[in-house]
């Protein structure tokens, strides 16, 4: 290992006031804010986030507006905040997707390396039905599980009609499907430079004569979708369909690693294998996986639940991932980092010693990435701002949890 990597993951530091490229340089003192709060807004609770930066420099943090509760169905928005400053303030909520009393979310937004535009990937149900109805195959094709694209092309602030891509990446026997969440990834190497790719899961029907309900984690599995021409066409790439009980990859998020391939972290749902963390590597861009998902020993402190991945995209950058990092409990959000490709991760820092649970990671400059995590017991959503250290390695003591709520700006 380099020096310069010792140093890079000897810790984390503040963020000190930092100059983005465009727009305009972030306010002074800014370590965290918090674009959404539940019981604001019309929401009684705001869940599961995914932020992008645009290429102009905006920071979008996406998230699920629940209008009845924290619950995971019902009547459930899709919502957008942006920000202009870096994520130290943010502009009015915006709704992306109105669910008009039915279940949209899992929003997976990626930036368009070609065009620039945001491509936004969501799922949708019926209001009335709930997860478990949808993998018992109680409900009818039109209440269960469907998928959805739009894109901005004014750097967030609009984005088009829904349009409805399920028969091109759903399979006729699958009944739960969820894209990420989390940011997508937008290949930027190798033969299929410009690719989006979706990380998504869903959950098969027992097979004939089976005894069980579908219920059963067993049937979760993992894939991934992409689209080569900006999102306009989909097409399934890799299936784990082996249901044999051993892992059971749920939600997930993925990045591409230096060397082109692409790297999948997934939430182990209850599989017989000791470990919630899988991992799986695709050297084809998404079309097929390397090998099946596998445990990844070094990740033993997360629990179960989903988790964010990121390739820091500088000289010798790690692979970065933030979770809660109790193993038992959802608590205390915190980053890990790896320099060999996600064989190994190795914990950076604690955010916060309070609840904590569902994550996404972005980006912002050189040295510079953010975390949109959700804090305490759903009741916020908090961005904070990090700087991977360049030079002298400061140790990454617990950072101070000071954070204040954004109002809106009109951005």
Not at 153 to 179: C, M, N, Q, S
Request: charged share 20%; aromatic share 6%; proline share 8%.
């Amino acid at each position: 290992m380099t020096p310069h990597s010792r140093c890079l993951l000897a810790g984390l530091a503040l963020l000190a006031p930092l100059t983005l490229h465009p727009p305009a340089s972030a306010r002074a003192g800014c370590v965290s804010s918090v674009p959404y709060v539940s019981g604001q807004g019309g929401y009684a609770a705001y869940r599961i986030p995914a932020v992008v930066r645009t290429r102009q420099g905006t920071v979008l943090a996406f998230a699920e507006g629940r209008r009845d509760g924290v619950g995971d169905s019902g009547d459930i928005d899709v919502v957008v905040r942006r920000s202009r400053d870096g994520g130290c303030t943010w502009g009015r909520t915006r709704v992306v997707a109105a669910g008009r009393g039915d279940t949209r979310g899992n929003p997976a937004p990626v930036v368009d390396p070609r065009t620039g535009a945001v491509v936004l990937v969501t799922c949708a149900n019926s209001g009335s039905v709930t997860e478990d109805r949808i993998m018992r195959g109680e409900v009818t094709p039109a209440q269960g599980r469907r998928v959805f694209v739009q894109r901005s092309w004014d750097d967030g602030r609009h984005f088009g009609r829904l349009r409805e891509i399920t028969a091109r990446v759903k399979r006729p026997d699958w009944r739960w499907y969820a894209t990420g969440p989390g940011h997508a990834l937008a290949l930027t190497r190798g033969p299929h430079a410009g690719r989006l790719l979706i990380p998504a899961n869903h959950s098969a029907a027992p097979p004939p004569g089976s005894p069980d309900t579908g219920r059963e984690a067993r049937y979760y599995g993992g894939h991934a979708l992409y689209s080569d021409d900006g999102g306009r066409t989909w097409h399934l790439g890799f299936v784990d369909a082996d249901y044999d009980g051993r892992v059971n990859p749920n939600e997930s998020s993925a990045a591409q690693l230096p060397d082109g391939r692409v790297y999948f972290s997934a939430r182990d749902q209850n599989g017989r294998t000791p470990g919630n963390r899988l991992a799986a590597y695709s050297s084809d861009a998404g079309r097929t996986l390397d090998h099946p998902y596998a445990v990844q020993p070094t990740l033993d402190d997360i629990p179960v639940v989903q988790a964010s991945v990121l390739q820091v995209r500088a000289e010798q950058g790690p692979l970065l991932l933030s979770a809660p990092s109790v193993p038992t409990a959802r608590r205390a959000m915190a980053l890990w980092a790896s320099t060999d490709a996600g064989r190994t991760f190795r914990k950076l820092l604690t955010l916060s010693d309070d609840r904590a649970a569902y994550s996404d990671l972005v980006q912002l400059g050189p040295d510079t990435v953010g975390v949109l995590y959700e804090r305490g017991a759903y009741a916020t959503v908090e961005f904070r701002r990090l700087r991977l250290p360049q030079s002298s390695p400061a140790a990454a003591s617990s950072l101070p949890t000071r954070s204040t709520s954004s109002p809106d700006s009109g951005t």
